[in-house]
């Protein structure tokens, strides 16, 4: 599984690819191809996250590059050993105390 950058994953979280339809509805966005590097970066973040709801923050941290920059409550943590040891931690506990919404 490839690793992202968490600024990828925010990204990700928050991106909707739209389902191709007939007609879309009026005033609805136009249709963006879904890049072929999507499934697989979706794939990283979805097992990123299972990591967390699970309290693995090995796993959770394995998926992220050495270079990643995590940009959080205002601040940055600018590597992935910066964010495993200041807010991964917490993340993972805040992802097991909350029920998804999806």
């Excluded at 499934?39 to 050495?66: E, I, Q």
Aim: glycine share 6%.
């Amino acid at each position: 599984m490839k690793r992202v950058g968490v600024a990828a994953l925010a990204a990700l979280m928050f991106v909707t690819c739209p389902v191709a339809a007939d007609e879309p509805a009026a005033g609805a966005a136009p249709q963006v191809p879904v890049p072929p590097s999507a499934p697989a970066a979706a794939a990283t973040v979805d097992a990123f996250h299972a990591a967390l709801r699970r309290g693995d923050t090995s796993a959770a941290a394995a998926l992220l590059a050495d270079d990643a920059v995590v940009f959080e409550e205002g601040g940055a943590e600018r590597s992935k050993g910066e964010y495993a040891a200041h807010h991964l931690p917490a993340d993972a506990a805040f992802s097991q105390a909350v029920t998804p919404s999806v």
